[in-house]
């Protein structure tokens, strides 16, 4: 429908790779809001978490945040729930598939021959298995084309709520 799909990362200077930036938007996201954070590979889970509550304030009118099963936090799918527990927002892992039907999102997981569906009304946070698609080698129109997507990159400063969790 209406729904765009944004990409956020928390990163260092690999920020400052245009072809890395392209890259990553070649694969479908309209937009890339980014945390710059000059330690960003020191950092821990928890303060991942902060940096992304802090750029998901930011953006506007974001219902739900996909957090991809081996992010930054070794494959433990904390991230996502770190995340949603500093959001407030419900959140839910190891899911396998997702639709979009009758305004809602369907999450979709399965584990020892059992499948559980939910119903997702409103904002969440949901970590994905790689499961959930295939991944694509984009075009080259595609990759020309990313460089044209707006970039929105702020300082861990600008984010605030690092000290916190750092200390």
Excluded: H
């Amino acid at each position: 429908g209406d729904s765009n799909v944004y990409m956020m990362t928390v990163a260092g200077d690999v920020l400052d790779n245009s072809k890395a930036k392209k890259s990553a938007l070649s694969r479908g996201p309209a937009e890339m809001y980014a945390v710059k954070a000059p330690n960003a590979l020191e950092l821990d889970n928890l303060a991942v978490a902060s940096l992304l509550k802090g750029a998901v304030e930011k953006v506007e009118d974001v219902d739900l945040v996909i957090c991809g099963e081996g992010s930054g936090d070794m494959y433990s799918q904390q991230l996502g729930n770190m995340l949603g527990g500093m959001l407030g927002w419900p959140t839910l892992n190891v899911v396998s598939e997702l639709k979009y039907e009758d305004g809602k999102v369907l999450a979709v997981r399965s584990d020892a021959g059992r499948t559980e569906t939910f119903a997702i009304n409103g904002k969440a946070v949901i970590s994905v298995t790689s499961d959930i698609s295939r991944p694509r080698i984009p075009s080259m129109k595609e990759i020309m084309g990313a460089g044209k997507k707006p970039v929105t990159i702020w300082s861990a400063e600008e984010i605030g709520g690092l000290e916190s969790v750092t200390n």
